[in-house]
C-alpha cells in the first residue's frame, strides 16, 4: 500500500502565505528602520512626499523601503510555495506550469 501525500487545501496555503509575508514586512521594517538610524543618525522619514522632507532623503527611503518590503515579501511567498510543493508533492495551484513537478520547484536558483 502506497503513502499519498495528502492535498493541502489552496486556501489555507493562500493564508499562510499572507501570514508570512505580513511577518516578513514587519521584520524588513524593522530592520529597515534601524539601519536608516544607523546609517544617518536620525528616523526614516514619515512622509516621503512632506515637503519639508529633503529629496535626496525621500528619494533614498523610498528606493530603500520599496526594494527591501518587495524582496520581503518575495522571500516569504517563495518559501511558503516551497513548503506546500513538500507537503504535497506540487505547487500550489496558483504556481502550477504545465508539466511542472515538485522536484523542480524546489531546486535551488543559479
Known sequence: MSKKKKAKNPKVFSAGTALATIAAGMAAKTALTAAWRASTGKNPPANPADPDVELWEAVAWAV??????????????????????????????????????ASKASAPAH
Open 64 to 101: 530603500a523601503s520599496g526594494t527591501v518590503m518587495a524582496l520581503a515579501r518575495m522571500f516569504a511567498a517563495r518559501k511558503s510555495a516551497e513548503y506546500y510543493a513538500r507537503s504535497t508533492g506540487h505547487l500550489p495551484p496558483e504556481l502550477q506550469k504545465d508539466g511542472q513537478d
